[in-house]
């Protein structure tokens, strides 16, 4: 993915498609499927990478550093903290140093 990753474009590429898969967990599983946690696992390493990368491109629009992503680490604060940044600040408008 070359170039910067708009406010428009981390959506569409990332909360998105996340939210459709965990609503359809919830809903596989209010049906009475059992989703055992070897399924989960799965799914987690299949969107870390992606996760990662979308975000890093995201927090490089907005002119931040991708280390800014280890955020991610201080729970439920710096959960809340990065995920607001990502999904409702809008990027510089102007060049930035990761570009």
Do not use: Q
Not at 37 to 47: A, H, Q, S
Not at 85 to 94: D, E, Y
């Amino acid at each position: 993915m070359n170039g910067r990753l708009s406010l428009v474009r981390y959506w569409l590429y990332w909360v998105i498609p996340f939210s459709v898969v965990l609503l359809s967990l919830y809903y596989f599983r209010g049906l009475g499927y059992s989703l055992g946690t070897g399924t989960i696992r799965v799914f987690n390493l299949l969107i870390i990478w992606p996760a990662i990368a979308t975000s890093v491109k995201r927090l490089h629009d907005l002119n931040r550093s991708g280390w800014w992503f280890l955020l991610n680490l201080i729970p439920l604060i710096g959960n809340l903290f990065l995920g607001f940044l990502l999904c409702f600040i809008p990027g510089t408008k102007s060049g930035n140093s990761f570009e």
